[in-house]
């Protein structure tokens, strides 16, 4: 009786550190990053250098570094049935288009080119502005966990804003955050 009691008692606290476990995992995973840098900051990323997306016409861009300028990256998946969001955010990156400040590149989450032409014209998004990120390798990097996800770096290539989830592209705060973070965010360790 008494190793069964113990087999019992093992197995309990396996499964409550599992539990545990799992519960810590989830709770970061959803939780965005607490100060400017988080684990993200592009001009430091440890990935060899290079977290590459492929535009339309197969040249690899790298993303990694410091951008000059307010970079809006924003992963979506293309399979996703309403592309609502996608169709906003290309109505915003046309309305800070002639801003050299400030880039909008968003980057479908999708195995390869293959319908991503007639998914654009139908969403509205212009080619020029469309990524690929292939099997979503570079996101990984990124830690970008769920999709839509916008992360916005300032010129230095610090993360100033992370939003995991559907964001409200034609709210004007947007805009006026975007603004404020041209002059840079303080970095904090």
Do not use: C
């Not at 197995?11 to 409550?16: D, E, Q």
């Not at 001009?43 to 300028?69: C, H, M, T």
């Not at 032409?117 to 690929?132: C, F, N, R, T």
């Not at 939003?163 to 002059?183: F, T, V």
């Amino acid at each position: 009786m008494r190793t069964a009691a113990r087999n019992r008692l093992i197995i309990g606290a396996a499964i409550v550190a599992a539990a545990i476990f799992l519960g810590y995992q989830m709770y970061y995973s959803q939780t965005p990053a607490r100060h400017a840098d988080h684990d993200h900051a592009i001009a430091k990323i440890d990935a060899g250098g290079f977290l590459w997306v492929e535009d339309s016409a197969g040249k690899r861009r790298n993303l990694v570094g410091r951008p000059e300028k307010v970079l809006v990256l924003h992963w979506f998946d293309p399979t996703a049935v309403d592309f609502t969001e996608e169709s906003q955010a290309a109505r915003f990156a046309a309305s800070v288009a002639a801003d050299p400040m400030i880039e909008v590149v968003m980057i479908a989450d999708a195995p390869s080119w293959e319908g991503l032409d007639a998914w654009a014209q139908s969403a509205g998004v212009p080619m020029e502005m469309l990524y690929l990120d292939e099997k979503g390798k570079t996101a990984d990097l990124f830690g970008v966990r769920r999709l839509p996800e916008t992360l916005i770096y300032d010129p230095a290539g610090i993360m100033a804003h992370q939003a995991r989830g559907p964001m409200n592209w034609s709210d004007p705060r947007l805009k006026a955050q975007i603004e404020q973070i041209k002059g840079g965010v303080e970095e904090i360790h």
